[in-house]
C-alpha cells in the first residue's frame, strides 16, 4: 500500500480540497476527502506521464483530478505498472537534453530515410491495390480537365490515325504476354498545339498521343517505340506510384485507411504531370529500359528508342550533338542506358 497527500478537484469546479490518497496492491485508488472516501478500480484511473519536476496528476472517470508532489510515491507506484519502465525512460530521456537532442535528430533522419526508400515501396503497393474503377475515373477526369483548358482537340486526319493505330496495335502485340488484364488499352489521338509533339499515359491504360508527335515520328518504328515506353508507364503504375510519392505521408495514411477519395481528389494533377513528363529519372529509365528490351528481342533494336527521345528533346535547332547533350543531362542518362541495354547482346 503506497500512500500520499495532495490537492483534489472535482469535475466541473476550479475549487482544490486537500486529500489523501492510498494505491492498494490491486492497483485501485481510494480517495478520501472532507470526510467521503470513494474507491476507484484500475480501469477508473489514468495518471499522465511524467513532466519534469511539476505535480504529479491522476485524472478518474469521474471528472475528479488529483495532483501531488509526491514524486516518490508516484515512483513506487508507477513500479507495479507494466508501463512503469517506458515512463521512467521517457523522464530518463526528457531529463538529458542531449539525449532528446539526438532522439529529435533520430526522428528527423528516420523521416529522411522513409520518404527516400519507404514511401516508393508503400507507394507502389498502393498503386497496384488502387480498383481499375478509380483508375477510369482519374483519367476520365484529366482528359475532361485538358479538354476544357483548350489543350486537346478531336483529331480527324486518317492519315494520322491509321499510322499511330498501326504503331499502337503492333506495341500492343509485342508486349500481349505480360500485360497485365486488368488494364484496358486504349489509344486517343488529338491536335494539340499548345502541347505539341506529346505522347503520354494515364494509370487506366489509355495513352493519349498527339498529331504533332505523329509528324515528328521519321519511322513507324519510332511511334513503337514510344508506345512500349508508355504501356511500360501503366504496367508500372509510375503516374499513380508519383502522385503518391508527391502527396507524402498524409495520403499514404488516409488510403491505408481506406479514405480513396482522397486519391480521386488528386486527379487535376495527372495532366501536368503526364504532359511535362514529371516522372523521376528512375522511372523514365526503368520505361526506357522496358521498352528497350522488346525492340531488342523483336529485332527493331534499342537505337529506335534513342532516335525518338533526341528527336522529342531536341527544340534547337543548328547545335552540335555535344551542347545538345549537355542542355540535357536527363537525357544523356537515359541514352547512356539504353547503350549499355545494346552492350547486353
Given amino acids: 500500500m503506497i500512500e500520499f497527500e495532495g490537492i483534489l478537484y472535482r469535475s466541473g469546479s476550479s475549487h482544490s480540497f486537500e486529500a489523501k490518497a492510498c494505491f492498494g496492491e490491486d492497483g485501485s485508488f481510494s480517495i478520501e476527502a472532507e470526510g467521503e472516501k470513494k474507491v476507484y478500480s484500475p480501469n477508473e ?77 508503400l507507394a507502389k503497393y498502393i498503386a497496384y491495390e488502387v480498383p481499375q474503377s478509380l483508375r477510369q475515373s482519374m ?41 497485365n488484364p486488368e488494364f484496358k488499352y486504349e489509344l486517343r ?80 494533377s495527372l495532366p501536368t504531370l503526364a504532359i511535362e513528363s514529371r516522372y523521376s529519372q528512375g522511372f523514365e529509365t526503368e520505361a526506357d529500359l522496358y521498352a528497350g528490351r522488346i525492340l531488342e528481342a523483336c529485332g527493331i533494336g534499342a537505337e529506335v528508342m534513342k532516335d525518338i527521345l533526341i528527336l522529342l528533346h531536341k527544340d534547337v535547332p543548328d547545335i552540335d550533338f555535344a551542347q545538345f547533350l549537355s542542355s540535357h543531362p536527363d537525357l544523356e542518362e537515359r541514352l547512356d542506358a539504353l547503350d549499355s541495354l545494346e552492350s547486353e547482346n
Fill in 45 to 121: 484511473y489514468e495518471i499522465e506521464p511524467k513532466l519534469g519536476s511539476s505535480n504529479r496528476v491522476i485524472r478518474f472517470s469521474d471528472g475528479v483530478r488529483m495532483e501531488t508532489s509526491n514524486h516518490a510515491a508516484f515512483s513506487k507506484i508507477e513500479d507495479t505498472m507494466p508501463t512503469g519502465m517506458f515512463f521512467r525512460l521517457v523522464d530518463w530521456m526528457e531529463s538529458r537534453w542531449p539525449v532528446a537532442l539526438g532522439s529529435i535528430v533520430g526522428v528527423i533522419v528516420f523521416v529522411i530515410l522513409f520518404l527516400e526508400y519507404g514511401m516508393p515501396v
Fill in 139 to 179: 483519367s476520365n477526369s484529366s482528359l475532361d480537365a485538358m479538354d476544357n483548358y483548350g489543350l486537346l482537340e478531336e483529331s480527324y486526319s486518317m492519315r494520322i490515325h491509321q499510322a499511330s493505330t498501326e504503331a499502337f496495335d503492333r506495341a500492343l502485340e509485342l508486349t500481349e504476354d505480360s500485360l
Fill in 189 to 268: 489521338i488529338f491536335k494539340a498545339p499548345k502541347i505539341g509533339p506529346n505522347a503520354f499515359a494515364l494509370p487506366s491504360g489509355t495513352v493519349v498521343v498527339t498529331e504533332e508527335f505523329v509528324d515528328l515520328c521519321e519511322t513507324n518504328e519510332q511511334m513503337v517505340a514510344v508506345f512500349l515506353h508508355e504501356i511500360a508507364h501503366v504496367e508500372l503504375q509510375h503516374g499513380l506510384r508519383s502522385l503518391i510519392q508527391d502527396a507524402g505521408v498524409f495520403l499514404i495514411m488516409s488510403i491505408a485507411l481506406g479514405d480513396l477519395s482522397s486519391l480521386g481528389g488528386m486527379a487535376a
